[in-house]
T-cell receptor, first 110, second 114 residues
């Protein structure tokens, strides 16, 4: 089983729709969780951290479910500009390294 | 402030040739990471350094790959000899040690080995 798993998609949604992605992780000792956004032919960029209590940034909501070992990203009122690949990342242990999922591709259409 | 700088941005080479990728981390960051990204395997960590010292190279595919960090502002990833299956995008990232949320990626080097 991979350490971090995501549905690769693509998720094709119309503008204005709400879309949610999940990401599962295998190591119950994982401590920190993040969502990154990667545009086509660009580098990944941090979108938001995921806190135990959940967190919201505008149209984006991230949640953590430790019992079931998954994190989620909810995008409300999706825009064309949200089209990208969304990578989840998990931090385990004392070292600085992150383990990434393979990403979920989102395509928002008119 | 300048972000992570990588060079070259694109590299096309023939099988068997040596390839050297370069990275300049963000000033003040003391952790540096080399990743490889392919469609099939996603983003894989190859090696990372803390304070110029290699900490974990378990992701380095084989002996053909080597990485160095001679000082706090420069790192190289070398492939010798290169093979077609090495074709990928190679990203360098840097962060403050113990602050994973500060990890920033460079623009990547697109490598094509013919």
């Amino acid at each position: 089983r991979k350490e971090v798993e995501q549905d690769p998609g693509p998720f094709n949604v119309p503008e204005g729709a709400t879309v949610a992605f999940n990401c599962t992780y295998s190591n119950s000792a994982s401590q920190s969780f993040f969502w990154y956004r990667q545009d086509c032919r660009k580098e990944p960029k941090l979108l938001m951290s995921v806190y135990s209590s959940g967190n919201e940034d505008g149209r984006f909501t991230a949640q953590l479910n430790r019992a079931s070992q998954y994190i989620s990203l909810l995008i409300r009122d999706s825009k064309l500009s949200d089209s990208a690949t969304y990578l989840c990342a998990v931090h385990t242990g004392t070292a600085s390294k992150l383990t990434f999922g393979t990403g979920t591709r989102l395509q928002v259409t008119l | 402030d300048a972000g992570v700088i990588q060079s070259p941005r694109h590299e096309v080479t023939e099988m068997g040739q040596e390839v050297t990728l370069r990275c300049k981390p963000i000033s003040g960051h003391n952790s540096l990471f080399w990743y490889r990204q392919t469609m099939m395997r996603g983003l894989e960590l190859l090696i990372y350094f803390n304070n110029n010292v290699p900490i974990d190279d378990s992701g380095m595919p084989e002996d053909r790959f080597s990485a160095k960090m001679p000082n706090a502002s420069f790192s190289t990833l070398k492939i010798q000899p290169s093979e077609p299956r090495d074709s990928a995008v190679y990203f360098c990232a840097s962060s403050l040690e113990d602050r994973v949320e500060t990890q920033y990626f460079g623009p990547g080097t697109r490598l094509l080995v013919l």
